[in-house]
T-cell receptor
Framework: QQKVQQSPESLIVPEGGMASLNCTSSDRNVDYFWWYRQHSGKSPKMLMSIFSNGEKEEGRFTVHLNKASLHTSLHIRDSQPSDSALYLCAALTSGGNYKPTFGKGTSLVVHP | NAGVIQTPRHKVTGKGQEATLWCEPISGHSAVFWYRQTIVQGLEFLTYFRNQAPIDDSGMPKERFSAQMPNQSHSTLKIQSTQPQDSAVYLC?????????FGEGSRLIVV
């Protein structure tokens, strides 16, 4: 069964700083990664998705994917206090049921 | 679009009692998922339906948990003989393509 590992477990960055979050799948058949953001007491909301090797940028958020190493990373530049949240990585493998597997998340705190 | 609606938002139940959680997916979405979230285990897959048919229930504790989707507009998760370790936030999500849209969750506390 696929496992999704996220690191670090928690991260504190100053306002305006860069936050870098990592995620690795244990399954060589991983096809698709998502990053979800979950503010305290709220439900997870999809932030970005990626399925091709390389980089994808949306505003202050950049996602990288290296399929050979089964690794994705999320980078948040110019971090804001409103970015403080739990960031969840999800992965989907090909050939099986459509059943996204989530990591335990990285808790990000951006302090003013 | 109201999003995925889950009820109740909070439920406190005594050990050994039954708990039923409801989910109304986004209209037109073909897949419905149930996950359980705790601090220790994170977000754990329980079960999912596609076009109302059960596809994968590999995450469900077999003896006490059951899920149904009797029509397109709602799904239920039933936990019989609840135990303290069932305390968690139960999240329902629906999807049409690849993105999951989560409800706000049902927080279950078993005392």
């Amino acid at each position: 069964q696929q496992k999704v590992q996220q690191s670090p477990e928690s991260l504190i960055v100053p306002e305006g700083g860069m936050a870098s979050l990592n995620c690795t799948s244990s399954d060589r058949n991983v096809d698709y990664f998502w990053w979800y953001r979950q503010h305290s007491g709220k439900s997870p909301k999809m932030l970005m998705s990626i399925f091709s090797n390389g980089e994808k940028e949306e505003g202050r958020f950049t996602v990288h994917l290296n399929k050979a190493s089964l690794h994705t990373s999320l980078h948040i530049r110019d971090s804001q206090p409103s970015d403080s949240a739990l960031y969840l990585c999800a992965a989907l493998t090909s050939g099986g049921n459509y059943k996204p597997t989530f990591g335990k998340g990285t808790s990000l705190v951006v302090h003013p | 679009n109201a999003g995925v609606i889950q009820t109740p938002r909070h439920k406190v139940t005594g050990k050994g009692q039954e708990a039923t959680l409801w989910c109304e997916p986004i209209s037109g979405h073909s897949a419905v998922f149930w996950y359980r979230q705790t601090i220790v285990q994170g977000l754990e897959f329980l079960t999912y339906f596609r076009n109302q048919a059960p596809i994968d229930d590999s995450g469900m504790p077999k003896e006490r948990f059951s899920a149904q989707m009797p029509n397109q507009s709602h799904s239920t998760l039933k936990i019989q003989s609840t135990q303290p370790q069932d305390s968690a936030v139960y999240l329902c999500a629906s999807s049409l393509g690849n993105t999951l849209y989560f409800g706000e969750g049902s927080r279950l506390i078993v005392v």
